[in-house]
């Protein structure tokens, strides 16, 4: 079982130089101690000394850079495995932190992506120098809308343009290097339809035509919104035009974001060292406050909700470094890690925080530092539902695809044309179970399996992940082929609670497969959520449990993890009986998905008794 513990960090998977720089990034903030960074982020104290660190180690140059604009340093390249440990490491010590490192990421992606290679050499120039870079593309009359923009570049007759428009929630604005900055050409047609008119080009953020206007937010990190009036782009600050502009954005996103859910798990982490350790040496009423059952409840509660956000983590990094044009699979567990992970996050937050209560508010604890972000994570510019709704693209693909052929005949059904099916598979959706789909069992063998993808190899090789900087168009995802799930939870399914929810994945398909949502219902995002969130858990499932295969996660553990699904699938599921859109044979079909969890009171007690052995084994250096 993993929890990060600085005074006994474990790097072993990685190369000599990325272990020196995770060692001496530990090395600056327990140097600085825990006084020190809580008296920072009260004083909304700007990050000079972490980013003259940096600039001195050359922390962000080594790990940011491509190998293609390395120069021949063999110790930069873009490895996504090393990239999301650090923001593992800077969410344990502040989402602040995490927060200029991540906006820097943001930033560098359309250039990384540009075939211009003046800007991406300034840009290396630029890493090496220590500087920071900026992402500008949400508007505040917007949000992140990429169809939409105000900021407007008009040709000034001799070859060039005047930009003139306002970005707002833009991290790093005040101090960027380079600001990678999205608008749309002054003539050209925009939209959904056509993207003949969208650019993205640079800035500097220190230009005179580029006016600061205020940081948004009451924080230490500075979320700029600016103005450019009569900014001057020459054509040789122009990285994209059109559609290629379009795919920059999102693939940015892509790769950036993903980031999220490593803050996250960095951040629960350190809030359950400090949260238990209180807890297990505070005593009430003469009781360990560990013993009382609530308390002892929420905590296994968190462990085994943390332990999932860590595994699923594991796994999804090796996905994203084995991305290629032919294997996308990684922007479904990448939306996931972005938006599920960082909701599970939140929901340790409050688990805890029932826990420590008010101790959780005192000025020397870490917990308040961490508990904005916490909050705002899942939320930030609609990251639970722009994310999901990427999900839920690829649901037909995944629950429904030649790996899964039982269920893709009963998708393919289509009322009053004949079907190879035998009539017993079509039961009414409520009574529906592995029976009905054993129904079909003697017509699998017609079904080719032969386009299912390998799972991907653990990937912590010494490479660079080029293609996450090569991925092309935005489009096609509804061809993405996956792998065979039910392979994947069938070697757990001696463990009851993973049978459990297999039983809840057969009536969810059966609810989408014999009472399929309408087109109405299909446009109904309220209720597309909570769809979504029923999918997303089977996904997310499913790399846990190969990161659990993997590690050699002991049974306890991955039993617990699934009582939790299987009572979150359940909630979910209740919520969707009660969305008033579904009619009613929905409405038992969806009731159906719901089950009790198998619990196990010894089985319990023991991996209690791991989470609490973790007790006292970490504090910050004060």
């Known amino acids: ?100 490192w ?148 999102i693939n940015t996103v892509n790769v950036g974001k993903f980031n999220i859910g490593f803050g996250s798990v960095g951040a629960t982490q350190h809030v359950w060292h400090e949260g238990l350790t209180h807890a297990d040496n505070r005593v009430l009423f003469d009781t360990k406050v560990t013993d009382f059952a609530q308390v002892r409840a929420n905590f296994t509660e968190s462990w085994v909700r943390l332990q999932a956000m860590d595994l699923y983590s594991e796994r999804a990094v090796d996905y994203m470094r084995s991305g290629t044009a032919d294997d996308r699979r990684y922007l479904l567990f990448d939306a996931i890690e972005k938006m599920t992970v960082s909701r599970q996050g939140a929901r340790v937050y409050d688990l805890i925080s029932d826990c420590i209560a008010a101790r959780g508010f005192e000025n020397d604890m870490y917990f308040p530092v961490g508990a904005t972000a916490m909050m705002g994570l899942p939320r930030l510019e609609g990251t639970v539902h722009v994310n999901m709704a990427l ?79 090569n991925q092309g168009p935005a489009q096609g995802l509804g061809k993405v082929t996956f792998h065979d799930w039910r392979a994947v939870y069938a070697e757990w399914a001696h463990l009851p609670n993973v049978r459990l929810l297999l039983a809840q994945i057969d009536a969810f398909q059966a609810l989408l497969g014999t009472t399929p949502l309408s087109k109405v219902q299909m446009r109904d995002l309220d209720l597309l959520l909570v769809v979504g969130d029923i999918f997303t858990t089977v996904a997310y499932g499913d790399l846990i449990l190969q990161q659990s295969k993997i590690s050699s996660v002991d049974d306890d553990l991955v039993e617990s993890i699934f009582e939790v699904l299987v009572g979150d699938v359940s909630a979910h599921a209740l919520t969707l009986t009660r969305k008033p ?38 504090a910050m250096n004060p």
């Open 102 to 249: 991540q906006v820097t990421i943001l930033g560098l992606g359309p250039i990384w992506q540009t075939g211009n290679e003046a800007v991406k050499r300034k840009a290396a120039q630029l890493l090496d120098d220590g500087e920071i870079f900026a992402f500008g593309l949400s508007e505040r009359e917007h949000g992140a809308d990429v169809y939409t923009s105000d900021m407007v570049l008009t040709p000034d007759g001799e070859g060039g343009y005047r930009a003139n428009g306002g970005k707002y929630y833009i991290g790093n604005g005040n101090k960027a290097g380079m600001v990678s900055v999205f608008g749309r050409i002054e003539g050209l047609p925009t939209g959904p339809k056509t993207q003949d008119g969208y650019v993205f080009f640079v800035v500097n953020s220190q230009h005179p035509a580029y006016k600061l206007r205020k940081n948004v937010v009451n924080s230490q990190i500075y979320v700029a919104a600016f103005d450019l009036e009569d900014y001057p782009v020459r054509e040789e600050d122009i990285i994209h035009v059109g559609s290629e502009a379009f795919d920059a954005a």
């Open 1 to 100: 079982m993993q929890l990060f513990n600085p005074h006994k960090p474990d790097f072993s998977e990685f190369d000599d130089e990325t272990r020196r720089i995770f060692e001496a990034t530990i090395d600056f903030f327990e140097g600085k101690g825990k006084e020190w960074l809580l008296q920072q982020d009260r004083d909304r104290v700007w990050f000079d000394d972490f980013l003259d660190f940096q600039k001195r180690e050359k922390v962000f140059a080594t790990l940011l850079t491509p190998a293609a604009q390395a120069d021949g340093d063999p110790n930069k390249r873009w490895d996504e495995a090393r990239v999301t440990k650090y923001s593992q490491i800077l969410g344990f010590y502040g989402m602040s932190y995490w927060y200029v």
């Open 391 to 469: 999900a839920l693209k690829f649901l037909q693909s995944y629950l429904f695809s030649p790996t899964d052929p039982s269920l893709a005949l009963l998708a393919a059904r289509r009322p009053g044309k004949p079907s190879r099916v035998p009539d017993a598979a079509f039961v009414p959706a409520f009574k529906a179970s592995r029976a009905a789909i054993r129904a079909v069992g003697p017509l699998l063998a017609k079904v080719p399996n032969t386009h299912a993808p390998a799972l991907p190899p653990r990937r912590r090789d010494i490479v660079d992940d080029s293609y996450l900087w």
């Open 581 to 618: 859109s579904l009619t009613d044979a929905q409405a038992k079909a969806a009731d159906a998905i719901q089950r009790r969890p198998v619990f196990d009171a010894e089985r319990t007690a023991r991996v209690w008794a791991d989470a609490r052995a973790t007790a006292g084994t970490y």
